[in-house]
Nanobody
């Protein structure tokens, strides 16, 4: 059974940092594109960042220069380092794995940034 479990969310002040982790089980992530999405209250879920199987990272414009995605295939995990957090980054953050139009999702971790 495939599982993606996010951790590392919490409450942080504006300008602070958090590191999200996503641990995968029941699958080997090395062939997958791994991503982070977020959904703020009343908003649609949006892509924040993804990293391809060959390690190429991509970011939505609003987080470029502040967030860094990385993957550790040996640990079967992906991470999102979030710096200079802003109140508008407040959302539930979801881990995603995609391979040939097959998608897996975690249950999310809440990030709250206070002003």
């Amino acid at each position: 059974q495939v599982q993606l479990v996010e951790s590392g969310g919490g409450l942080v002040q504006s300008g602070g940092s958090l590191r999200l982790s996503c641990a995968a089980s029941g699958m080997i992530i090395s062939s997958y594109s791994m991503g982070w999405y977020r959904q703020a209250p009343g908003q649609l879920r949006e892509l924040v960042s993804f990293i391809t199987a060959d390690g190429t990272a991509n970011y939505v414009d609003s987080v470029k220069g502040r967030f860094t995605i990385s993957r550790d295939n040996a640990k079967n995990a992906v991470y999102l380092q979030m710096n200079s957090l802003k109140p508008e980054d407040t959302a539930v953050y979801y881990c995603n794995a995609e391979l040939r139009n097959r998608y897996y999702w975690g249950k999310g971790t809440l990030v709250t940034v206070s002003s």
